[in-house]
């Protein structure tokens, strides 16, 4: 008889499959609200469901130095994005009147912090170390 091969070890669960769970519960949930016409309930678990993965890659990729100064200097950049592209909206609009005009100014400037929040995540969650 051939000699049997010893018994393998299981791996031990990884947490991507333990983020599984709580993912599917979310869409679940989020599908349920729906479909009872809780639309507030459902664009909580929504965007619940797209925060998880994110605060996990987070929360579990490698930091290493300089990281948290660049994230900081795109979060700058990022942030007058808004504002350059809304200058340029509100400038190119021939004879507009200044309230009108004030309004997409202002617009940018309640967008400019959001939009530096984006750039900065973005960075970390993607961002490798420098060669």
Request: net charge positive; hydrophobic share 55%; aromatic share 6%.
């Amino acid at each position: 008889m051939p000699p049997t091969p010893p018994p393998r070890e299981r791996a031990p669960l990884s947490l991507d499959a333990l983020l599984l769970a709580p993912s599917l519960l979310l869409a679940a949930g989020a599908c349920v609200a729906v479909a009872a016409r809780h639309f507030a309930l459902a664009a909580a678990a929504t965007v619940t469901l797209v925060l998880v993965p994110l605060v996990f890659r987070l929360w579990t990729r490698t930091w290493y130095r300089g990281l948290v100064l660049r994230g900081l200097g795109l979060f700058i950049a990022g942030m007058h994005l808004p504002m350059l592209v809304a200058g340029a909206l509100a400038y190119g609009r021939i004879g507009c009147e200044p309230a009108d005009c004030g309004q997409t100014l202002l617009l940018g400037i309640v967008l400019a912090p959001v939009a530096g929040a984006v750039c900065t995540v973005v960075y970390w969650v993607v961002g490798r170390p420098p060669v």
